[in-house]
Each structure stands twice: as C-alpha cells, then as structure tokens.
T-cell receptor
Framework: GENVEQHPSTLSVQEGDSAVIKCTYS??????FPWYKQELGKRPQLIID?????GEKKDQRIAVTLNKTAKHFSLHITETQPEDSAVYFC???????????FGSGTKLNVKP | DTAVSQTPKYLVTQMGNDKSIKCEQN?????MYWYKQDSKKFLKIMFS???????INETVPNRFSPKSPDKAHLNLHINSLELGDSAVYFC???????????????FGSGTRLTVV
C-alpha cells in the first residue's frame, strides 16, 4: 500500500516569511495529491491539490509542486500571515480508488 | 447549509457502553468515509462506503460497525467502548469527477469521543 511521509512535524516562521512543507510517497500509481488545512478544533479543509499530469499549481499565496520521478510533492506558502497557523496534511490517492493516505501533519506557527 | 454534518459534536461516555455517531451529506457524493484522528493528530481511514456498499475496511476492531442506509448517510456504531477509542472521528464524502478538478474530501466537523 501507499506510505506518505511528511516533514517537518512542526514549523515556526515569522510573519511575512515563506513556509515549505514536504511530502514523499511510495506508490507510483498515486496520481492525485491534495493538501488540507486543519485549524484548531475544526475540520480539515482542502486548500489546494495537484494531479500527476501537472508539475506545479498556484493559488494566490499557496503553491504546490510535484516531482513524480522522485515521488515527492511540496506545499509553499509565501508572505505568511498569522491566520495561516494551523496543521497541514498532505495526502496521496489514486483517482477512482477512493482512498486517501494522509501524511502525519505539520503544525505551522506564524509569529506576528 | 452544512455539506457534511455529524452528530453529536461531543460524546462523553463510560467504558463498556455502546454508542453511535451519525453522518449525513447533502452533496450528492457517492462515497463516504470514517476517519479517526488520535491525540497525535494522525488521520487514519477506518471505513469507506460507495453507494451503500463497503469498499474499504481497514484493520479496526470489530466493535466498530458502519451502517449506510442510503448513499447520503453513513453511521458509525461502536460497541463495548474502551479508553483507547477516545479520539475525534471525522466523516467525509467525495465524488470522483475525473475530467474536472472537483475531487477530494469534504469533511464533517468531527465528533470528539471521550471514554471515561
């Protein structure tokens, strides 16, 4: 089965700096990679995703990159703000298989 | 309107009791899931139902039994609750639309179960 590893487990940055969270996966059949943000006491919410036919995707301050050869993908947040503080989860899935494998999460703290 | 709703939001119960958590989605999705998030924040899949049919059953104790009366509902029943069952349980739903970007989970708000 798929194994998703996520690093770092905690990340502390100063407001305005960039934050990068990295994930690796093991199953070359995985072709869909979403990122979820979970604020304290709330549900995980999809913030960005990427499919394996694309190498990079950007949405305002958030971007995701995918390297299929190396089997890793990363979340980049630029110009971080205190409201970006949350736990971020990466996941890997095969579209149509209906099962997501989640990374262990990264707690991001943005200091004002 | 809430897309994926779970009840109750909080559940405190004694060891040995039987309890149920209900989940309903109004998104018209075909697939629903139960995830367990423990104190270390790991999200682990427990079950997945597609059109009322069980398609994923991870290694969970058989004290946990999902029930899907229709594709909009997936309930979780837990027998003989144990201390280690304390966690947040998330329901989710998804719809695979291969030719669009609309894929991925919509999570419910979670049920915090505390077994004392």
């Amino acid at each position: 089965g798929e194994n998703v590893e996520q690093h770092p487990s905690t990340l502390s940055v100063q407001e305005g700096d960039s934050a990068v969270i990295k994930c690796t996966y093991s199953d070359s059949a995985s072709n869909y990679f979403p990122w979820y943000k979970q604020e304290l006491g709330k549900r995980p919410q999809l913030i960005i995703d990427i499919r394996s036919n694309v190498g990079e995707k950007k949405d305002q301050r958030i971007a995701v990159t995918l390297n299929k050869t190396a089997k890793h993908f990363s979340l980049h947040i630029t110009e971080t703000q205190p409201e970006d503080s949350a736990v971020y989860f990466c996941a890997a899935s095969t579209i149509g298989f209906n099962k997501f494998y989640f990374g262990s999460g990264t707690k991001l703290n943005v200091k004002p | 309107d809430t897309a994926v709703s779970q009840t109750p939001k909080y559940l405190v119960t004694q060891m040995g009791n039987d309890k149920s958590i209900k989940c309903e989605q109004n998104l018209g999705h075909d697939t629903m899931y139960w995830y367990k998030q423990d104190s270390k924040k790991f999200l682990k899949i427990m079950f997945s139902y597609n059109n009322k049919e069980l398609i994923i059953n991870e290694t969970v104790p058989n004290r946990f039994s999902p029930k899907s009366p229709d594709k909009a509902h997936l309930n979780l029943h837990i027998n003989s609750l144990e201390l280690g069952d304390s966690a947040v349980y998330f329901c989710a739903s998804s719809q695979d639309l291969p030719n669009s970007g609309a894929y991925g989970y919509t999570f419910g708000s979670g049920t915090r179960l505390t077994v004392v």
